[in-house]
């Protein structure tokens, strides 16, 4: 057990492209979004396990005598007596039941409340029972990332908790060095997060991809083709406006729809399909290149991608006149945008080149926030989970954690 | 030769679905327009042919015995010597030039005008010139279409022109019959028009594909697929908006980037196109089953064929801002369009389904004219090329005519 705080974040995440078409077996694009998920684990003697959520108002404490003296074995079930170090245990919905007793969240609690809690015992306890006793922690998580808007904030949530828990138990090396400023762990002990962090993912989705965590653990950008998930190499970071409309939208209905256009009109959506995968297989050839040697065509290319892509977006009846006004006003400051996401309302991301004069940037983003829109500058192609000194960390996150 | 007055129209057309695809191999429908050219023909006996176009304030005539002094063998060049009733020659370019002379147009004159003249000299003196002597004609030729709007207006002259002067020759008979409001030519005096229409829009447009002088003669819609024609069987008439945004195109380099992004992306663009190809294919199915049993269900239909199309021509490159907001203002009003033909601003078809009340008609009309649009409420899949007794052609067409 490490007696030291840890601060740990992960990104969030946003495609590129391949929404929808993912769903249909074709290739998607998931990239890291520089908006992360803040985490300061403080181990602590008091006796007590304090979740902090300022986000989502979540403050709950929880006795560890109670805790340890849960009959917890559920947690290894179907796994040998003394689970291997780094085991990785898949809840069953006897399981999860048995988490929101120990919960204990009063009936009216909100859905995201109460998933968030049950994410977080899940791990605290298959992560620590192969302690001697459970630890006393302190936890605070904050995150930049605004919940339930497809922008992977529960993946980020997951992956942040489970590599601290995991370095705090000693299952994986604190890779922050004394003067490092930010560190990230190895291959290996990623795998390992990422592992974990898809458990937390289930706990909370049921049935995730496993795109959000992994992008959240490795960073830069992905590749997902029919369940299989590779690292694009060296993938450029990329500056984004990221625009939420605040139009809500209904994921399910949204990849329902799509499904039902292709039963309708198979000749006419299968080759859309296979457009947008061609779009999805491009940029990914265009982002390799930018890593190998950036070169300002590369730009214009990925907006073509963009500009395509939205309209095919369109075709597949997965647009929303939020998300037009999102493009036009782009467009008229020479910005090109699409809907990332599930669509019908959600969020848009909008390419800035290099050398776009920052007055013009503050202009779109007047112009995005008088439509009604919530917008951000930020990245993409962002690393994954790090590990950071108390000093490296700007003001706003040392205030959102509670003070370091 | 026949000595009473004839008023002959011919109808535009549009392209429901395949503009641009066509041009890369795929079918393309085009549908009768009815907005329509009128044409009225008056032999008389001053010994002189007047020209009239009062569009494009066009009022010539010329000396009958001159035109009939003149060598005009050379529109029998390459034939026999005494050409067969019917037959159809082309034009050579020395031909174009010799009858250029005979126009003796102003060199400052508008190509428009130049060609208009051409045209109809050219037809005058082909079809004519198998009489004893050259005939003497009033002939006043007006229209609904806004010319150069991609809409068939040169079609619809040169259809109207062929049509009246093969019936004045006697060439082919006269259908219209006593008590007769309107009526058309057989199958086979139609193909002769056609034959000689596409003579005259060849005099304009140096080399057409033909469509549209069939859709201006034949009427419905056509099927046109690699350089073939053929019409559908019993389409139905459609009420439309026919929106010109007044957006000047220039449809060679609209045609041009469309070959270009294809060159660029063929992964992306060619299943666009195959797309584009199978959506007009779903439409003249469609077409087909409402002139069988017509449903509310085939409008819906109808609908989603014209927003995906619209969207892939977005995709293509040939959307433009001004036809953005022609879509934007009809959804608001709950109505679908989509552009027809080169894109890039020029016209846009909205369609209007049966049982819409005319206020909300009228409120989108106004909504449009409020954008700078000029709009007009017509149909599609009107008749072709028909005759007419001068009681059933309304005044504002008897007085653009100048009277009957």
């Keep these: 057990m490490l007696s030291e705080v840890l601060l740990v974040s992960a990104p969030g995440k946003v495609i590129l492209h391949g929404e929808h078409a993912v769903v249909h077996g074709k290739v998607a694009l998931a990239v890291a979004l520089n908006l992360r998920t803040f985490l300061r684990l403080q181990p602590h003697s008091n006796g007590k396990v304090d979740l902090s959520l300022p986000n ?10 109670r805790l340890q003296s849960l009959d917890t074995s559920f947690l290894g079930e179907g796994k040998e007596e003394k689970p291997e170090q780094g085991d990785v ?37 298959s992560i620590c029972r192969k302690q001697r006793a459970l630890p006393s ?34 299952e994986i090396p604190n890779p922050l060095k004394d003067g490092d400023c930010v560190n990230r762990w190895t291959k290996e002990d990623l795998e390992l997060i990422n592992k974990w962090a898809f458990q937390g993912e289930r ?10 965590n992994a992008v959240s653990t490795w960073g830069g950008a992905l590749r997902y083709h029919q369940g299989k998930i590779s690292s694009l ?34 000749e006419i959506v299968a080759p859309l399909l296979t457009s947008i995968d061609a779009i999805s297989l491009e940029c990914e050839r265009v982002l390799g290149e930018m890593g190998e040697a950036p070169a300002p065509e590369q730009y214009l290319v990925l907006e073509e991608l963009i500009d395509m892509n939205q309209h095919h977006l369109n075709a597949l009846g997965v647009g929303h006149a939020s998300l037009d006004q999102l493009c036009q006003v782009t467009r008229a400051h020479g910005l090109h945008s699409k809907l990332t996401g599930a669509g019908g309302g959600g969020c848009g991301i909008t390419l800035l080149k290099p050398g776009l004069e ?26 994954g989970v790090s590990i950071h000194s108390a000093t490296s960390l700007d003001s706003r996150v040392q205030q959102a954690l509670g003070g370091l």
């Design 203 to 212: 706990m909370i989705h049921g049935n995730p991809s496993g795109v959000d």
């Design 358 to 383: 920052q007055p013009e940037v503050e202009a779109t983003k007047q112009a995005l926030t008088s439509c009604g829109f919530d917008c951000l500058e930020t990245s993409i192609g962002a690393p």
């Design 56 to 65: 989502i108002g979540i403050k709950r404490a929880w006795d560890v005598a």
């Design 233 to 266: 190499k060296r993938p450029p970071a990329l500056q984004i406006l990221l625009t939420n409309t605040k139009v809500p939208r209904n994921t399910r209905a949204l990849v329902a729809g799509v499904r039902n256009r292709l039963l309708k009109f198979p």
């Design 89 to 125: 245990t898949t809840p069953t919905p006897e399981q999860v039941e048995k988490l929101k007793e120990v919960a204990g969240l009063p009936d009216d609690c909100a859905v995201t409340k109460r998933l968030a809690v049950l994410a977080f015992l899940y791990l605290y306890l």
């Design 137 to 170: 922690l302190d936890i605070v998580v904050w995150s930049e990332l605004p919940p339930g808007a497809g922008l992977g904030s529960s993946a980020a949530y997951s992956v942040s908790l489970a590599a601290a828990l995991l370095t705090v138990c000693e």
